[in-house]
């Protein structure tokens, strides 16, 4: 189980659409519609954002969604606030009952 | 609303075993769902550790397979993780979650973990 690759750190301007990209492989994030989603801001614990590639949970705003294409995963902020400012990890079902996740990515709101 | 909240020593001596528990509060474990452990060293990212079933239906990271004993209490509304052996890069904090997850005939699928404790440090020292 290698963990998923996602940028190490991304930013935008407020109001301005960003992208996280996270990439496994044929075993992991190109199998499954399993992929999700996790906001932390400093010295708190994970939050759900994105689930099952591009569902949201109740609460989350529409501005998060979620996409995938072959073995690569997405998660797009549109319209950028400064609470958005945190690490993101995607995690993705990985065969034979297990779970990876990403190395995460800071996103800086310039 | 639902609750975790993991207990525990902070500080445990090279080479011992780890013991965390999870109280699981206005939910029932014994009801569903998966229960999981998720592990965060210093400055780093997160990392599964494992999942267990209200049946006691256990999967773990491979990495850690060896190490690793997960156990479910529905009396107490409570599960538990213990890592052997441990090292100073088993530092970290310590998250437990509830994971949503689905089986079919052949095999278990895990969804997400839609709900996390607020987390232990836990520090690996003499």
């Known amino acids: 189980q290698s963990a998923l690759t996602q940028p190490a750190s991304v930013s935008g301007s407020p109001g301005q659409p960003i992208t996280i990209s996270c990439t496994g492989t044929?075993?992991?994030?190109?199998?499954?519609?399993?992929v999700s989603w996790y906001q932390q801001h400093p010295g708190k614990a994970p939050q759900l954002m994105i689930y099952?590639?591009?569902k949201r949970p109740s609460g989350v705003s529409d501005r998060f969604s979620g996409s995938k294409s072959g073995n690569t995963a997405s998660l797009t902020i549109s319209g950028l606030q400064a609470e958005d400012e945190a690490d993101y990890y995607c995690?993705?079902?990985?065969?034979?009952?297990?779970?990876?996740f990403g190395g995460g990515t800071k996103l800086t709101v310039l | 609303q639902v609750q975790l909240q993991e207990s525990g020593p902070g500080l445990v001596k090279p080479s011992e075993t780890l013991s965390l528990t999870c109280t699981v509060s206005s939910y029932s474990i014994s009801s569903g769902y998966y229960w999981g452990w998720i592990r965060q060293p210093p400055g780093k990212g997160l990392e599964w550790i494992g999942s267990?079933?209200?049946?006691?239906?256990?999967y773990y990271n491979s990495s850690l397979k060896s190490r690793v004993t997960m156990s479910v209490d529905t009396s107490k509304n409570q599960f538990s993780l213990k890592l052997s052996s441990v090292t100073a890069t088993d530092t970290a904090v310590y998250y437990c979650a509830r994971e949503s997850g689905y089986c079919s005939s052949t095999s278990c699928y895990m969804v997400a973990f839609d709900i996390w404790g607020q987390g232990t440090m836990v520090t690996v020292s003499p």
């Open positions: 099952e590639g591009s």
């Open positions: 044929s075993s992991d994030v190109g199998s499954y519609n399993l």
């Open positions: 995690c993705s079902y990985a065969g034979r009952s297990t779970l990876v």
């Open positions: 267990i079933y209200r049946s006691g239906s256990t």
